[in-house]
């Protein structure tokens, strides 16, 4: 099989979902069992094109399809290719993987609803429109698909119209997405003109030797900008999260689809075009400096809402804010493997969400509910640290030379220090203490492993790590510190609970701080 063969064949990826899409407004509620038969035959085509990917990306590395002659505009040519690498194999393969369980989950969950079919219409719309934006080897095809899957999203948020807080929810949503679909044009636009093409591998090359010379033009720096902050209104960063918590009024499937794959549109831009975000520092602390804010926000604030499904809304913002706080950071397999997993993990906390009261009761443990002694945390600081540096040490891994590596490394260490604190209770038992200790180390090891394969796959596939500049590990630094000062406090909330300074502050964290508030007020919220 010729190499310019598997691109090809990964397109039909998203073609099958397409065609899919098409069948749908012809289809009445007699015949839904047809659009079912049609979604179910798109998934097993796209799970196979992944396959077919991998493959050829096993094979022969990064692979880009012949020219595919569209339209002619003046003397040139719209030629767009599909671009299969690492990043695009990987994303590929996650995406279909996840299409396939959402439309089986749908067939089964919208069974007898009389919108059935245009559901899985918008459904397969929006899944081949994420596939284009994966498979783009051209920039105005990803400026297209990313459009094109913001307005398949919209009818799918607006599934039931009746309700009034899914048409603000999706008004919300319609806003920042246009925003970001504006700022995400002029990039385009600016890289073309810069440039001289549309082709990603093109620019990709010449981004890389702007780097190398240190000298990047306004053009694209501007350009660079525009996809951080684009990147940043895709995934529902602060203070335009509103939205992301408000979207609960649709079907089951489309809020696993909107926060385990559409989400996740904001970290990928970022990746896919980081050699043109690199060339400008100040889009890397942007990154930095939103994506720390939001993450820290929206894990506190999510600690404080009792309903599972606007917890798990601001639990995607943080994981959307920490991905794109480590992009800052310039390490960009540790998102892309971050991303996948928050995928899963968030597909699987949405699907199973109508369990989740009797998956608590049968989990439940009693417990004094006690804060544990501040010398168990040290102790769990201390053995946590020693886990971290020890296995790093093992893999020949020197996190000081990478600040990626060491800011990710300290966050681990502040989550395994929850978890060694509380395995050492007032009556330590050993074992009980070598269990948490064997999890801990279980993390641990599977963190550098999983990141180190992830690094390989990617060789190539994205810019090379950026050396960081003070204002970045300044930024990264306050952004450590501050998430070590909440894990603390929230192991202390027992404590707090009985003073009237944490019930005040537990109202306003409660509320979001009303940040959503003004955009409330934006969009009409509260006229009848």
């Not at 960063?237 to 609960?248: A, D, K, N, R």
């Amino acid at each position: 099989m010729p190499d310019t063969l598997f691109p090809l064949l990964a397109l039909l990826a998203p073609l099958a979902f397409l065609a899919a899409a098409a069948t749908a407004p012809f289809a009445s509620t007699s015949r839904a069992r047809g659009v079912r038969r049609c979604t179910t035959v798109a998934s097993v085509v796209a799970l196979l094109a992944a396959a077919t990917a991998a493959v050829g990306f096993a094979l022969h590395g990064s692979l880009v399809s012949p020219a595919i002659p569209l339209v002619r505009i003046g003397l040139d040519t719209l030629a767009p290719s599909v671009r299969v690498d690492g990043l695009s194999a990987v994303m590929l393969a996650m995406i279909a993987l996840l299409a396939a369980v959402l439309v089986r989950y749908s067939h089964r969950y919208l069974d007898g609803d009389a919108g059935q079919p245009r559901f899985l219409g918008w459904l397969s719309a929006t899944v081949g429109s994420v596939m284009l934006i994966v498979l783009a080897g051209d920039l105005l095809v990803l400026v297209a698909a990313w459009i094109a899957t913001s307005f398949a999203l919209h009818r799918l948020l607006l599934f039931y119209p009746q309700r009034r807080a899914a048409v603000i929810a999706a008004r919300k949503k319609f806003l920042v997405a246009r925003a970001g679909d504006a700022l995400l044009a002029m990039a385009a636009v600016l890289l073309t003109h810069a440039f001289g093409t549309t082709d990603l591998g093109t620019i990709f090359e010449g981004a890389r030797r702007m780097v190398e010379a240190g000298d990047a033009p306004l053009g694209v720096g501007l350009a660079a900008m525009a996809v951080v902050l684009a990147a940043m209104l895709k995934s529902a960063q602060f203070p335009t999260h509103g939205w992301l918590v408000e979207v609960m009024e649709t079907p089951t499937p489309v809020s696993a689809l909107l926060h385990a794959g559409i989400l996740n549109g904001g970290p990928f831009l970022v990746v896919r075009l980081s050699d043109v975000v690199v060339t400008t520092p100040a889009a890397m602390h942007a990154l930095v400096g939103v994506g720390g804010l939001t993450a820290l926000f929206a894990s506190v604030v999510m600690t404080t809402q009792s309903r599972v499904k606007v917890a798990l809304g601001y639990s995607s913002a943080a994981h959307m804010g920490f991905m794109l706080l480590v992009c800052g950071l310039g390490a960009w397999p540790a998102a892309i493997l971050h991303l996948v997993a928050h995928s899963f993990y968030k597909a699987h906390a949405f699907l199973s969400s109508g369990s989740a009261v009797e998956v608590a009761r049968a989990s439940f443990v009693p417990t004094d509910g006690r804060p544990p002694h501040p010398a168990r945390v040290a102790a769990g600081v201390a053995l946590a640290s020693a886990l971290y540096a020890g296995v790093a040490a093992l893999f020949g891994l020197s996190p000081w030379r990478d600040p990626g590596a060491l800011a990710l490394g300290a966050i681990l260490v502040v989550g395994l220090t929850t978890l060694v604190a509380r395995g050492l209770d007032d009556a330590p038992h050993v074992e009980v203490i070598g269990r948490t200790l064997g999890a801990a180390l279980a993390t641990t090891v599977a963190f550098f492993v999983l990141e180190g394969g992830t690094a390989a796959i990617l060789d190539g596939s994205v810019a090379p790590v950026p050396i960081a500049s003070p204002t970045t590990l300044a930024l990264g630094g306050a952004v450590i510190g501050a998430f070590a000062l909440a894990t603390v406090a929230l192991l202390y909330v027992p404590r707090l609970g009985r003073s009237r300074l944490w019930d005040a502050a537990y109202v306003h964290l409660r509320n979001g701080l009303y940040a959503n508030a003004l955009f409330d007020r934006v969009v009409g919220a509260h006229r009848r």
